[in-house]
């Protein structure tokens, strides 16, 4: 069903949006990875979804488990629900388990829609996770306005690796800080 609604619906999306991608060489293949993303509209974690050619898991906020088609759309696409504030250990025992059989996951730090124009702090959620499994983190720059036949750009940067080991909250909020300023690059770089 997933593989089946994925090819329709990626069509429809590439059609609406005009979709631009660099830099798809950078996902690995078959090893694990955390893709982090700008978010800057309700449908670029699903654009992206739907043009990556392998399977992506990820987390969305809690409250779209409460509307009927999106929770059904949710568990068709492996999207899982996730706390804003950070307390949700059952789905980062999810994307661990996730990260140890090779698969990737997608978290967007800004943990919100121009979380980062709101003056919101990222979350240290993909680093934390980065660090603990040793998966790198892969960038991800998106733009576009998302009305219907304009073009959205996804610009993909190269993995981020982050050494295993104990770092202290002060050293994860640079690296998230570092991470941020990579997805803002790519997604103001021209391409």
């Known amino acids: 069903m997933r593989k089946f609604l994925k090819f329709i619906l990626s069509i429809l999306v590439h059609i609406v949006y005009r979709v631009k991608i660099t830099g798809k060489e950078n996902i690995p293949e078959k090893e694990a990875a955390i893709l982090c993303q700008n978010h800057i509209h309700a449908l670029d ?31 068709i696409f492996g999207i899982y629900p996730v706390k804003r504030d950070g307390s949700d250990i059952n789905t980062v025992k999810i994307l661990l388990k996730l990260l140890k059989q090779n698969k990737l996951v997608f978290i967007a730090p800004e943990g919100t829609r121009n979380g980062l124009a709101k003056g919101l702090k990222p979350k240290n959620g993909a680093v934390n996770l980065a660090i603990k499994t040793g998966a790198p ?4 720059g998106i733009r576009g306005s998302f009305r219907a036949f304009s073009k959205v750009i996804i610009n993909i940067g190269k993995p981020v690796y982050y050494n295993e080991g104990e770092v202290n909250k002060e050293d994860v909020d640079n690296l998230t800080k570092n991470l941020m300023d990579e997805i803002i690059r790519l997604r103001d770089e021209e391409i």
Not at 137 to 140: D, G, K, S
């Open 45 to 75: 974690p699903v654009v992206f979804i739907l043009t990556a050619k392998r399977e992506i898991n990820g987390v969305g906020k809690e409250e779209l488990y409460k509307i009927g088609i999106l929770k059904w759309l949710a568990k």
């Open 137 to 140: 983190i892969i960038p991800i």
